[in-house]
């Protein structure tokens, strides 16, 4: 019969024998193995003193030291977890784990602050008009108050799944997807490490998605009144929702130029307000083109907005050939003229890049009541319709930066203004006659 493992940190049967010969001659020889926590390595231990109760003390003296150097490293490298251990314990894992992917640049900062904003308990906080936010209400349901001191193997598929209901019980479709999500990577480093044996997760009912509308893009009839209407809320006329504007600084030109140049790009929003004049590529012999090659992000504790020097997807770093209309909206900002350094190509007052939240709700204003349906993605739909209408999908798909180059039905029902073509039936249905 095999002599039966060592367990991980465990010392095997300990031998002590009396020594009838040799160098060693009348004295007790005790020995055993040790097998290495960490890396699973036999280790024989082999001590010799007058008595046996000596020699065994001096063995098991040994293997409490080695184990405890080796518990040193294990606590050093990540924090132990069982199926005993508080699922917080787990969360902290978890936590460290994405910290390293911040680090090595798999993931953003602005990402886990997200995922933190739903796991820990955030201190309360007042709006401008000084009422509670609720967001960060001691009401607000987030992971680690609510499960955090269950044991490991206290978080079974019903509590979890009671969890999820909670939040859309309330209404928030998509905090309970970003808590499913976050939950689901948490169970799943559980499993891998021994401290949940079973998966309660595929007990737990995903938060169904809201049926998509269909994309809309603007025709030659809105884009010229959406102009128009851009052009006296800038000259501070009223519009339909938004009064006349008759004191204080102009109204800011640039969204005129912003709107052309998501039009003629493409680009997501956020990508759009990060370009610089450097981005924009000048030509004498043919059309402009302009490089998108960041993003805007906004991070907690270092100032809030930043331009991220990469795009949502290594596919999202382009050249894109822009029209010649837009190509005269640039040189109608000076374009011409521009040296070409990293300064934001529409900068907010102070200079700085413009906050996206501040050009959200001044797009609002401008855009007015008979215009609503009309946001930043808008213009990116517009784009990508107008080209795979006459190039296909697979180019719209370039043209959009996708991370994956599509040809088929996604692309249609995100981003095109157009139903799915459904295949010729017509030789069958004509027996139905």
């Known amino acids: 019969m095999p002599r039966p493992e060592i367990p991980l940190g465990g010392l095997g049967n300990v031998s002590c024998t009396l020594q009838k010969s040799g160098r060693y001659k009348g004295k007790h020889r005790a020995r055993g ?3 290495h926590p960490i890396t699973g390595r036999d280790f024989p231990l082999d001590f010799v003193a007058d008595t046996e109760l000596k020699a065994r003390r001096k063995l098991q003296d040994a293997y409490l030291e080695r184990l405890k150097t080796a518990n040193t490293t294990l606590t050093a490298t990540s924090t132990t977890v069982t199926r005993k251990s508080k699922f917080s314990d787990l969360i902290d894992l978890w936590i460290e784990e994405r910290e390293l992917d911040v680090q090595d640049g798999l993931l953003d900062r602005s990402t886990l602050d997200n995922y ?31 499960l955090g001191d269950l044991r ?6 019903g509590r979890l799944d009671r969890h999820i209901k909670s939040i859309r019980a ?28 079973l998966d309660p997760m595929t007990g737990v009912r995903k938060t169904r998605r809201r049926k998509r509308t269909a994309a809309r893009a603007m025709d030659k009839q809105t884009r010229d009144g959406l102009r128009a209407q ?44 990060a370009f610089r004049r450097c981005d924009v590529i000048r030509s004498t012999t043919g059309p402009w083109a302009m490089t998108v090659c960041g993003t805007l992000k906004r991070q ?28 005269e909206t640039l040189q109608a900002m000076g374009a011409d003229t521009w040296s070409d350094d990293d300064s934001p190509l529409f900068p907010s007052r102070n200079g700085g890049w413009r906050d996206p939240h501040n050009f959200g709700r001044t797009w609002r204003d401008a855009r007015g009541t008979e215009y609503a349906w009309v946001t930043a993605r808008t213009m990116r739909r ?32 995100r981003y095109l203004d157009r139903p799915r073509e459904a295949p010729d039936s017509t030789p069958a249905l004509d027996k139905l006659k």
């Open 33 to 35: 193995t040790f097998r």
């Open 116 to 146: 933190l904003d739903e796991i820990n308990q955030s201190e309360p906080r007042l709006r401008k008009d000084g009422t509670p936010d609720r967001r960060y209400s001691a009401d607000t349901i987030k992971i680690r108050p609510m």
């Open 152 to 157: 490991n193997h206290d978080v079974d598929a």
């Open 170 to 197: 309330q209404g928030y479709t998509r905090k309970a997807t970003l808590q499913y999500q976050i939950l689901l990577e948490i169970v799943t480093l559980g499993r891998k490490l021994g401290a949940l044996p």
């Open 230 to 273: 851009l052009r006296k809320w800038v000259a501070g006329e009223a519009i339909p929702g938004t009064p006349a504007y008759t004191s204080g600084p102009k109204r800011d030109e640039d969204i005129l130029h912003i709107a052309d140049i998501l039009l003629a790009t493409g680009c997501r929003p956020y990508e759009g307000l």
């Open 300 to 327: 907690k504790g270092t100032g809030g907005l930043h331009r991220q020097e990469w795009t949502k997807t290594d596919a999202g770093y382009r050249t894109t050939l822009i029209p010649q209309w837009a190509t």
């Open 382 to 413: 517009t784009n990508l319709t107008t080209v795979a209408e006459r190039y296909g999908t697979e180019q719209a798909s370039r043209q959009g930066g996708h991370a994956v180059v599509s040809t088929g039905a996604d692309i249609t029902a």
